[in-house]
């Protein structure tokens, strides 16, 4: 259906976000800047955050009215930007209202809240007014997600998953084929390895 072929322009590609089939977000994070694609993969627009006097991120989100959620790490505010860069709203100085500042690797927009995740704190909880509803210490996960309410994430060789407002922990040891995977992530379809040949698609049923 499309290919996009200036993959290397800005640099290393960080990361990939396509909650939204018809936008994906492709984040550069050594020069600060979002692409936006439309459905063909075609570049819909070119977001340099340095424009707008961001210069530390790592984590960026699409958000569930099609705007981005980007974490400054430099002030510390969680903010959501429109597709033009303009700021549309954001959370006070996190260093006000934390012991120490969050360092977020990943942000999810899910179920009317917005997540958080640094894996040397945990998980934050916002809602969409920028006010924080929840800290949980899900310490040292890798390849996270937020799926409805369920938190899940890999640790140690166990598939972990934390339901909001349970406060229950489940542990599940994988499989030996998924011990060694690089990253795992889970779909309605089955898992998706990424394994050194190449990626995987495993059936759950």
Same mark, same amino acid.
């Given at each position: 259906?499309?290919?996009?072929?200036?993959?290397?322009?800005?640099?290393?590609?960080?990361?990939?976000?396509?909650?939204?089939?018809?936008?994906?977000?492709?984040?550069?994070?050594?020069?600060?800047?979002?692409?936006?694609?439309?459905?063909?993969?075609? $570049?819909?627009?070119?977001?340099?955050?340095?424009?707008?006097?961001?210069? /530390?991120?790592?984590?960026?989100?699409?958000?569930?009215?099609?705007?981005?959620? @980007?974490?400054?790490?430099?002030?510390?505010?969680?903010?959501?930007?429109?597709?033009?860069?303009?700021?549309?709203?954001?959370?006070?100085?996190?260093?006000?209202?934390?012991?120490?500042?969050?360092?977020?690797?990943?942000?999810?927009?899910?179920?009317?809240?917005?997540?958080?995740?640094?894996?040397?704190?945990?998980?934050?909880?916002?809602?969409?007014?920028?006010? &924080?509803? $929840?800290?949980?210490?899900?310490?040292?996960?890798?390849? @996270?997600?937020?799926?409805?309410?369920?938190?899940?994430?890999?640790?140690?060789?166990?598939?972990? /998953?934390?339901?909001?407002?349970?406060? /229950?922990?489940?542990?599940?040891?994988?499989?030996?084929?998924? *011990?060694?995977?690089?990253?795992?992530?889970?779909?309605? *379809?089955? $898992?998706?390895?990424?394994?050194?040949?190449?990626?995987? &698609?495993?059936?759950? *049923?």
């Amino acid at each position: 259906m499309g290919v996009f072929n200036n993959v290397r322009k800005y640099g290393k590609l960080s990361y990939i976000d396509i909650t939204n089939p018809l936008k994906t977000l492709l984040f550069y994070k050594d020069f600060r800047t979002i692409l936006v694609l439309d459905r063909f993969l075609n $570049v819909v627009n070119n977001i340099d955050l340095r424009k707008q006097s961001v210069f /530390q991120v790592r984590a960026i989100a699409l958000a569930y009215d099609n705007n981005i959620w @980007v974490f400054d790490e430099q002030d510390s505010r969680l903010r959501k930007i429109g597709e033009d860069g303009r700021l549309i709203s954001e959370t006070a100085d996190l260093r006000l209202v934390l012991d120490e500042a969050p360092v977020p690797v990943s942000i999810f927009d899910q179920n009317g809240y917005v997540y958080m995740y640094d894996p040397q704190k945990g998980m934050y909880v916002f809602d969409y007014y920028g006010a &924080l509803k $929840v800290e949980l210490s899900l310490l040292n996960w890798t390849d @996270v997600q937020v799926i409805g309410n369920n938190i899940l994430g890999r640790k140690e060789g166990k598939l972990l /998953q934390y339901t909001i407002g349970t406060l /229950q922990l489940k542990e599940t040891v994988l499989p030996d084929f998924l *011990q060694k995977a690089e990253n795992i992530f889970l779909a309605p *379809q089955g $898992v998706y390895v990424l394994e050194p040949t190449g990626i995987r &698609l495993y059936s759950t *049923q």
